[in-house]
């Protein structure tokens, strides 16, 4: 039998007509066009003498300072205003000057505290002014989050300005999830002026459905009746759903009466609920709001389900008038909906909720004590621990400990400590104090350290060495080796570890190399997983390295579950090379848990591809891993060419167990071909009798 390939047609569906992207054999950088990339068949060149990629003025060329501006922007400012100080800075830099400054980013940690919003700042700065050199840098970054975020970015900028340009580059993004993303952005920005094109190229599109909520409210902005007359072609329940929410909202947001109307006319009892739910949720006028529901005349779930629509949104424009209403409804709706807007009222006025909560406690409302008690602890905290003291012990008081505690620790730790050591410390409030106390670190580190031996606390030492080890790896390391426990000593080391090698994989490897063997067979996973995140090739020589010297049996899993971690972080940017080294694994338990890793990865990536890697490889257990994983991918889109890739694998029990879950699928569907399927199977009389009784139910 020939081996089976996962059969995928690429069709690419414009949004109205037909297009197809061909890169083209050359290129005029000067016009703008397409170059060869490993990644996709096109990458975009950007125009040349396009004065919007051009700086204003300020500083240039000097990487390594304006890294260190950004960063010093970020860190002495608050949110708001460093972000619109570091805008500000970055409008003086070049296209050129962005790419230049990523790059002395990229390597940076992902720890750092300001690597993030220093990325984010910038891709945005970048996006604005050459998006297609944006885009063409993301492609091929080794950093997923870096690439996620300036593909979409630029996608998303340049769809604004030429959609059929940016239709082109999403093809040229070869991660199946990404392009999905990415092709989504070209779809919201046609759904502006052309909702009906945009429909129809949702048609090639996985998970669509999420789409029609974008769709519909954008076409309801412009014309709400003409988007409701086309919303009765829609089939799909879910898609349904999602446009019918996005209708709702936009309709009910300019005129909710015409909105009811058209709500109440649904035939359908759910999707006429959800309708009339959506448009009471966009009615702030408490008085207006009141008669359109008392015009409604619901019952049951539909009234309720519409007044807590009304309260959530007549409480954040008039928190006195909502209240007030509330109180004159039935018991059990004021209970109601007094539980589900707890959260949003003592935001807003956290002495008002208290009240509520000490009126109606019931088991909806004990969640939120930790929420009235922080924000409580805000404007009052004498006031705010009064009515803690107040509360009988239970899990509820913990939780409003709790809410104190995270307020108190953002500007005096210390008082944090004490408040919970005064209240007696739980396994509830023992997240508590771990936050607590790294912020004290961050302030004294003399007296974190202080209380932390004072409470000898195993969890609580790890979790506050894991944050030193995020500003000093190695003093931490130090310290742990000073623990006495020397189990504490190697779980306290396996944080340590994480965090060292992805800061200073060099200097973590160093000290590893130091270790006893018990603690480096502890720490291996984590030191690789942190390497691998910032330098594949250096974790992958580091694993050849370990991996010749090693024989004994329990070093040898626990490195096959680190070669499992590499090939999920290469994969990520290289799939093909990191299968390639998967199945050329000496160690044969690696080499299995390998090879499944990057079966997975790479079938989610690119299933076609993927099936041919597959059938190369020799028959064997190795190989059936892979199947296996194949066969679980396409089972439900494609039964008859996952029963053919089951029926290859070389183990009878698997063979036949996978085979059993293909056919108790299939034969729901089509039980005629499941049926002539399973007689052609390489199945023993046994087996075979065993599966066809799955027909005769």
């Known amino acids: ?75 002495h400012q608050g949110h708001s205003t460093s972000n619109a100080r570091a805008y500000q800075f970055l409008t003086s830099l070049s296209s050129k000057d962005l790419l230049r400054l990523t790059q002395s980013i990229e390597p940076i940690s992902e720890s750092h505290r300001y690597r993030y919003a220093a990325i984010s700042a910038i891709v945005g700065r970048w996006a604005e002014i050459d998006p297609e050199s944006l885009f063409a840098h993301a492609l091929t970054a080794t950093n997923s989050n870096f690439k996620r975020r300036g593909v979409t970015q630029a996608i998303q900028a340049i769809a604004h300005r030429n959609r059929s340009r940016a239709r082109a580059l999403v093809n040229a993004i070869k991660d199946s999830n990404l392009r999905g993303e990415a092709s989504r952005l070209v779809i919201r920005a046609t759904a502006k002026d052309d909702p009906k094109a945009a429909l129809a190229a949702l048609s090639g599109e996985a998970n669509s459905h999420y789409e029609h909520d974008n769709i519909f409210r954008m076409w309801g902005d412009r014309n709400p009746q003409a988007a409701a007359a086309h919303l009765e072609t829609i089939t799909g329940t879910q898609s349904r759903r999602e446009a019918i929410q996005g209708l709702a909202r936009s309709w009910g947001s300019q005129e909710p009466e015409a909105a009811l109307e058209w709500a109440v006319e649904m035939s359908n009892r759910l999707e006429r609920r959800e309708a009339v739910r959506q448009i ?20 049951g779930v539909d009234r309720r389900q519409a007044i807590n629509a009304l309260a959530a949104r007549a409480i954040r424009a008039d928190l006195g008038s909502a209240i007030e209403w509330i109180e004159t409804l039935e018991p059990s709706e004021r209970s109601e909906v007094t539980a589900r807007q707890l959260s949003s009222i003592s935001q807003l006025d956290p002495e008002r909720a208290r009240q509520l909560f000490d009126e109606n406690m019931s ?99 790890n979790e506050l060495l894991n944050h030193w080890a995020q500003q000093d790896p190695a003093e931490a390391a130090a310290y742990a080796m000073k623990l006495g426990d020397s189990d504490q000593q190697s779980s306290a080391l396996q944080g340590i570890m994480t965090q060292w090698s992805r800061i200073e994989p060099e200097e973590a490897i160093r000290h590893y190399e130091t270790l006893e063997e018990r603690d480096k067979h502890a720490v291996m996973q984590n030191l690789f997983r942190g390497i691998a995140g910032s330098d594949i090739d250096s974790a992958v020589a580091l694993f050849e390295t370990t991996a010749g010297n090693m024989t004994d049996e329990s070093e040898q899993a626990k490195l096959a579950s680190v070669a499992d971690d590499l090939v999920n972080e290469w994969a990520e940017v290289d799939v093909t090379a990191a299968a390639s080294w998967a199945a050329g694994l000496e160690l044969p338990e690696a080499r299995k848990q390998a090879i499944e890793e990057a079966a997975s990865e790479w079938i989610d990536q690119d299933s076609m591809a993927a099936s041919k890697w597959i059938s190369e490889l020799p028959a064997g257990p190795d190989k059936d891993a892979a199947i296996r994983r194949l066969v679980s991918h396409v089972a439900t889109d494609d039964a008859s060419t996952a029963f053919e ?52 139910q």
């Open 363 to 461: 088991s909806r409302m004990r969640g939120y004590a930790d929420n009235i008690a922080s924000n409580l602890a805000e404007t009052d905290l004498a006031g705010a621990q009064a009515w803690v003291d107040s509360l009988p012990q239970s899990e509820t008081k913990e939780q409003a400990i709790r809410g104190i505690v995270s307020t108190l620790q953002e500007t005096d730790p210390q008082a944090a400590l004490d408040y919970l050591d005064s209240m007696g410390i739980s396994s509830r409030t023992n997240s508590a104090a771990s936050y607590a106390v790294q912020h004290l670190f961050n302030q004294d580190q003399a007296a974190a350290i202080e209380w932390i031996e004072a409470k000898n606390e195993p969890r609580l030492t």
């Open 280 to 299: 009471m949720g966009t009615v702030s006028d408490i008085t207006k709001g009141k008669t359109l529901l008392e015009n409604l005349n619901l019952k």
């Open 1 to 75: 039998m020939k081996t089976p390939i996962v059969a995928i047609t690429f069709l690419i569906v414009g949004f109205g007509f037909g297009w197809i992207v061909r890169a083209p054999s050359k290129v005029d950088p000067s016009e703008g066009g397409f170059a060869s990339t490993t990644e996709g068949s096109i990458l975009p060149i950007p125009p040349t003498g396009n004065s919007q990629n051009k700086a204003s003025s300020g500083p240039k060329g000097d990487t390594t300072k304006n890294r260190d501006t950004l960063f010093a922007i970020l860190e």
């Open 645 to 696: 890739w089951a029926n290859t694998l070389s183990d009878e029990s698997r063979r036949s167990s996978e085979l059993r879950s293909v056919l108790s699928r299939w034969k729901n569907t089509d039980p005629d071909a499941a049926l002539q399927a399973l007689q052609s199977a390489n199945l023993s009389d046994d087996a075979y009798n065993k599966l066809a009784k799955q027909f005769e």
